[in-house]
């Protein structure tokens, strides 16, 4: 008997296209096919068994920087309506319309129309947070003649939601508040989904998913982390291997893994003095900097760092060489941590990643935010602080209380493992 067959639509960047191709190979596992339906520049072909169709009419990703991320989503989900729309007809015929389900990236919000013209039953799969997705069902809500400015505003809390107020929403850097207002509503307008995918686990955001639960009405299916079971090789760049080997020379639980995302835009002088700050720390570190590295940076950190532009991170962050990761916090990348057990040095620059942060500083306490602009006798005393001092061993044990709970959680009756199984069983019933 053929397979039944879902359609997965992530939004084109690594940190969406990585839990995506992850929740498509744990539902491989479970007995379904999968078709990834991807536009942009930013695609994956190369997942055995998987089939990779392209949507022909797209946006190429660079232009999020130059249009800014309310136009940007806009302007793709218009530009990609129409041969969106052809891509599904194809399928189902390809496929004798036995297709259950799209599988849609909140980002992709308008597989939600095409869904429903086909009468395709939908579910979201929002990939941050959950506590991240609260705040965009409370922004959905908002009035756009809100003034969030106003410090009354700004300490205004969210009930059951502690340390959480209305500052921690993600707004800044959106452009025009109505405009971005006008967004939310799209994005996290359920619309006819019939359900929420959600990277996540109750052990770590239970008072988030219960707040969505009730908001949305609609059954949650918080899985996560993915990755401890279907980790597949979905990486948009060529990961440079040369610093396991690296690692291997290093004393255990000895070096500061620094990886600061892709979209991080740091100052020159910035660089200059973690670099010198690192060496200070008298610590190995292992950073991540995709883009050409200045000259002076290669000759500070010559002796005791190693730079890489794109670590295969998961591998890294389970070396035993690895006792701290100095990190932006982009959701994957804190669950990763977790995952591990290690501490972590949070340095976020977007709202989302803010909003981690403080989770990881206040609420699991695993890690201690570095604020402010970056100095090297600061960043020495952190990396000393999270590597040496009983402070970070104090982190590093409720971060492995953490995984524990994380890897339990995804065993034979473990919440995450039981909502995959009734994800499983809605779409085999769909
Ligand atoms: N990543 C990687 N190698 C690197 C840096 C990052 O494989 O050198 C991966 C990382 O493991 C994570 C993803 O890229 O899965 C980044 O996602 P995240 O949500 O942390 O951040 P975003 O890029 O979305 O801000």
Redesign the pocket.
Known sequence: MEKRRIILVPFP????V??FIQLGHALSLKGFSITVVQGGSNQVSHIPGFQFVTIPESLPVSQLKTLGPVEFLTKLNKTIEASFKDCISQLLLQHDNDIPCIIYDELMYVSEATAKEFKLPSVIFS?VSATTRVCGCLLSNLNAEIDMEDPEVQDKVMDDLHPITYKHLPTSGMGPLDRYLELCKEIFNRGTASGIILNTARCLESSSLSWLQQELGIPLYPLGPL?ITASTNS?L?E?DMSCIEWLNKQKSGSVIYI?L???AHMEAKEVMEMAWGLCDSNHPFLW?I?KSVPEEVSKIVSEKGYI???????Q??GHPAVGGFW????????L?SIVEGVPMICRPF?DE?KLNAKYIESVWRIGIRLEGEVERGQVKRMVKGLIVDDEGADMRDRSIGFREKLKASMRVEGSSYNALDELVKFLETS
């Open positions: 960047a690594q940190g969406h990585t839990p990939t990755h990486s760049l990961e990886s995302g892709s979209k991540v995709s890489v532009k794109w670590a295969p991170q998961d890294v962050l990190s932006h916090c982009g959701w994957n990348s804190t990763e977007g990643q």
